[in-house]
T-cell receptor, first 110, second 114 residues
Framework: KNEVEQSPQNLTAQEGEFITINCSYS?????LHWLQQHPGGGIVSLFM???GKKKHGRLIATINIQEKHSSLHITASHPRDSAVYIC????????????FGQGTRLTINP | DTAVSQTPKYLVTQMGNDKSIKCEQN?????MYWYKQDSKKFLKIMFS???????INETVPNRFSPKSPDKAHLNLHINSLELGDSAVYFC?????????????FGPGTRLLVL
């Protein structure tokens, strides 16, 4: 079992729908990252958070440290949001070492 | 303008060959990383360097040897390539590598070993 589990693995929705992607982890962490991998392969960092909630445009990320759980929400989804979304966690000590979830493939249909 | 660049983008080679992938960042960051993304799209860290010093060395075969000539460059040399080395290799950098920082990824190098 991976230290970081994401659900769902695949998600298909219609344009405009509210999207939620979940990430659960089993180890103590100092921070959690949400990344986006475009169909072309490039990886972009969306959020880094260690508590509470962050918002950037239509994207919202939340984390509950006690429950070891984070969610990524997309409001008013658009076909250009179609990508793989990856959750990654950093351990509590030492150098920044990311442990990744398996990713969630999101497809938004027009 | 590119923050983190990798060369080459694509690499097709025969089993047993030796190849190198280069990475450069112009962000002034102290820490650089190599990640491997397998055929199932699962990412895993291989190495990290802070200011030319090896910080993280995961359980990677000895055939993989990173080299950092200066803090803006981190190259990956692979000896005696095997079929299982086929993957996408991503370079990344972060300001200090201490933790709680955004990492900036290169475009990836797709390696295919035949």
């Amino acid at each position: 079992k991976n230290e970081v589990e994401q659900s769902p693995q695949n998600l298909t929705a219609q344009e405009g729908e509210f999207i939620t992607i979940n990430c659960s982890y089993s180890v103590g962490i100092s921070a959690l990252h949400w990344l986006q991998q475009h169909p072309g392969g490039g990886i972009v960092s969306l959020f880094m958070l260690s508590s509470g909630k962050k918002k950037h445009g239509r994207l919202i990320a939340t984390i509950n440290i006690q429950e070891k759980h984070s969610s990524l929400h997309i409001t008013a989804s658009h076909p250009r949001d179609s990508a793989v979304y990856i959750c990654a966690v950093e351990g509590v000590q030492g150098a920044q070492k990311l442990v990744f979830g398996q990713g969630t493939r999101l497809t938004i249909n027009p | 303008d590119t923050a983190v660049s990798q060369t080459p983008k694509y690499l097709v080679t025969q089993m047993g060959n030796d190849k190198s992938i280069k990475c450069e960042q112009n962000l002034g960051h102290d820490t650089m990383y190599w990640y491997k993304q397998d055929s199932k799209k699962f990412l895993k860290i291989m190495f990290s360097y802070n200011n030319k010093e090896l910080i993280i060395n995961e359980t990677v075969p000895n055939r993989f040897s990173p080299k950092s000539p200066d803090k803006a460059h981190l190259n990956l040399h692979i000896n005696s390539l095997e079929l299982g080395d086929s993957a996408v290799y991503f370079c990344a950098s972060s300001p200090t590598g201490v933790g709680g920082e955004t990492q900036y990824f290169g475009p990836g190098t797709r390696l295919l070993v035949l």
